[in-house]
Every structure is written in structure tokens, then in C-alpha cells.
């Protein structure tokens, strides 16, 4: 759900050609990556969230953003 976040931040900010078009459709994917996650039977569920470790690219991710 990440990677679908970061492209709509970049569409928010660039305000180029379809971006509003972009922007919804993002917004569109991560409302049904979220149920998938939600809903899933299996041990998947990890993957939709951010590790936070030291190593990983969220935890750097976050900070930005901060």
C-alpha cells in the first residue's frame, strides 16, 4: 500500500496532465488494497504494513515525511 501512497503524494504535488485522473484511481487502489488486507484468511496481512525496522525503507519513508 505504500508504493500506491508515495505515487498519489508525487501526483498531488506535480498537478501535471490527468493527475486528477491519477490521483483517483491511487486513492481507488489503496482503498482495495486496505479491504484485501482487512479480509485476507492467510498470514499475508504483514506484507500490507510497514516493518519499521532499521533496515527497511519505510522506517526512512516515515521520517521524510515527517
Not at 4 to 10: G, H, M, Q, T
Amino acid at each position: 500500500m505504500l508504493i500506491p501512497f508515495l505515487r498519489n503524494v508525487n501526483e498531488f504535488y506535480a498537478q501535471e496532465t490527468h493527475s486528477r485522473i491519477l490521483i483517483k484511481n491511487y486513492l481507488e487502489q489503496i482503498i482495495v488494497l486496505a479491504y484485501r488486507c482487512f479480509t485476507a484468511k492467510t498470514e499475508k496481512v504483514a506484507r500490507c504494513s510497514a516493518t519499521g525496522g532499521s533496515k527497511s525503507a519505510g522506517g526512512t519513508v516515515y521520517a521524510v515525511m515527517q
